[in-house]
């Protein structure tokens, strides 16, 4: 990767160990297929790159993104099905991606924007932020994970509201429900999510997987913690970080 270069719709900035993926598709950054297809490639790009070890997912412009194409997705026919398909992939990816994610939310993140924004590890937003699953409005029910991952963030209850009403709520009612995770200045917002990457960029990668993989399917249970554990302190990094703490000084990570 290395600096920042543009696809059509995403543009990718390497700033030191963290990787900003920019959604750049105005007016309201809308998630089309070829979207899809450019922020796929940006995320396997990220993960085979070894010296990115956070990213951080925005958006260009006032929105985060605003859910679908409408007009693509309603010109689709027979191949909506493969839409959501690729979707519902790319969104697990991102879910499941070894490295930590961090979403900056500037703007409404709607629809699959709000989808999108849910399948990273850390949400991070400003004022100007709004969140929604909208679809209900239309006749139709979100189709990348929203009724899945949306209970599992805030609870059946609160997800039963949003989903049921199609109502957008604000960042702050967002935070307060346990959408977000925090709200910053909107000025001071992309530099806030890339220092927070980058401090999880210095944390040991092998532990961060093993974390991420137990915090997605917490049907592995005990046993799967454990196994993690033993490996994990057979690990290099293991032992860096424990003579690091005798020692008292900065541990460097390998993921080794």
């Not at 490639?41 to 006032?62: K, P, S, Y």
């Not at 109502?167 to 009612?173: H, L, R």
Request: proline residues 5%.
């Amino acid at each position: 990767m290395g600096g920042e270069y543009n696809m059509a719709l995403i543009t990718v900035e390497q700033r030191d160990r963290v990787a900003v993926l920019r959604l750049s598709h105005p007016p309201v950054n809308a998630l089309s297929f070829s979207l899809l297809q450019e922020l796929d490639r940006a995320l396997t790009e990220a993960i085979e790159n070894h010296t990115v070890r956070a990213l951080v997912i925005t958006g260009d412009g006032m929105f985060f993104a605003a859910g679908a194409d409408i007009p693509s997705f309603l010109q689709m026919g027979a191949g909506v099905k493969d839409f959501l398909a690729y979707g519902v992939a790319l969104f697990n990816r991102i879910e499941q991606c070894p490295k930590p994610t961090i979403a900056a939310i500037g703007g409404p993140a709607l629809g699959g924007g709000n989808e999108l924004a849910m399948a990273t590890d850390m949400r991070i937003a400003s004022d100007a932020a709004r969140f929604g699953q909208p679809e209900v409005n239309l006749g139709i029910i979100p189709g990348w994970g929203g009724t899945v991952r949306m209970p599992k963030l805030i609870g059946r209850s609160q997800a039963a509201r949003l989903l049921l009403t199609g109502e957008a709520i604000d960042a702050q009612e967002a935070l307060r429900i346990g959408l977000i995770h925090e709200v910053v200045p909107a000025h001071l917002l992309l530099d806030y999510a890339v220092n927070q990457a980058d401090r999880l960029a210095a944390l040991p990668p092998l532990a961060l997987q093993a974390i991420k993989k137990l915090l997605v399917d917490p049907g592995l249970g005990q046993a799967a913690e454990t196994d993690a554990m033993s490996d994990l302190m057979a690990s290099s990094d293991a032992a860096e970080g424990i003579m690091a703490f005798l020692q008292k000084r900065r541990p460097e990570f390998r993921g080794q």
